[in-house]
T-cell receptor, first 116, second 111 residues
Framework: GAVVSQHPSWVICKSGTSVKIECRSL??????MFWYRQFPKQSLMLMAT?????????EQGVEKDKFLINHASLTLSTLTVTSAHPEDSSFYIC????????????FGPGTRLTVL | QKEVEQDPGPLSVPEGAIVSLNCTYS??????FMWYRQYSRKGPELLMY????GNKEDGRFTAQVDKSSKYISLFIRDSQPSDSATYLC???????????FGKGNQVVVIP
């Protein structure tokens, strides 16, 4: 398999503040990473595709100015939730394919965001 | 019609039973098929990966893909309480395209 880490695993913040979540591929390089959010007992919802060295591609309905994505290296992508509000409280998960050939994606452990 | 259909109904089975899960899909371009297991408040863990049609076995897990029927299955033999989790099917057309997910099946194995 492949290892993807996320930091932090759990964060609580006040409404109006910004929160940064890191996603790292530990044993492989990832030119592409994906960011998902998941509400309780629901499936994964793709938010955006993060591409190393270029702008992220956002899914329809996802505010790119609110969810800032930076993929500055082949092993690190960050998601910043700006001016967070209680409705942004969710489970955020990143994933990365180990190779371009298979599309098999490896997921991070997730970050639980609670906005008070 | 959704790209991937997975009946999300919870499934409870006694320990030792065979668990059978399945998904149907509509996009004929899909050629990579995966099953993920997700424990509560954790990220999904890749269980099985299959390319195109056929069967693949790994220990107690068997994945089947029937591209002609656009139908994939996961079987868990000799189920254990530790298999209690949500199982998500996922598929892709390739080329680092995004994955299309099913809604997930919550499985509970009762000791």
């Amino acid at each position: 398999g492949a290892v993807v880490s996320q930091h932090p695993s759990w964060v609580i913040c006040k409404s109006g503040t910004s929160v940064k979540i890191e996603c790292r591929s530990l044993d492989f390089q990832a030119t592409t990473m994906f960011w998902y959010r998941q509400f309780p007992k629901q499936s994964l919802m793709l938010m955006a595709t993060s591409n190393e060295g270029s702008k992220a591609t956002y899914e329809q309905g996802v505010e790119k100015d609110k969810f800032l994505i930076n993929h500055a290296s082949l092993t690190l992508s960050t998601l910043t939730v700006t001016s967070a509000h209680p409705e942004d409280s969710s489970f955020y998960i990143c994933s990365a394919p180990k190779t371009a050939a298979t599309d098999t994606q490896y997921f991070g452990p997730g970050t639980r965001l609670t906005v008070l | 019609q959704k790209e991937v259909e997975q009946d999300p109904g919870p499934l409870s089975v006694p320990e030792g039973a065979i668990v059978s899960l399945n998904c149907t899909y509509s996009n004929s371009a899909f050629q990579y098929f995966m099953w993920y297991r997700q424990y509560s408040r954790k990220g999904p863990e890749l269980l099985m990966y299959t390319y195109s049609s056929g069967n693949k076995e790994d220990g107690r897990f068997t994945a089947q893909v029937d591209k002609s029927s656009k139908y994939i299955s996961l079987f868990i033999r000799d189920s254990q309480p530790s298999d209690s989790a949500t199982y998500l099917c996922a598929m892709s057309a390739g080329g680092n395209n995004r994955l299309a997910f099913g809604k997930g099946n919550q499985v509970v194995v009762i000791p």
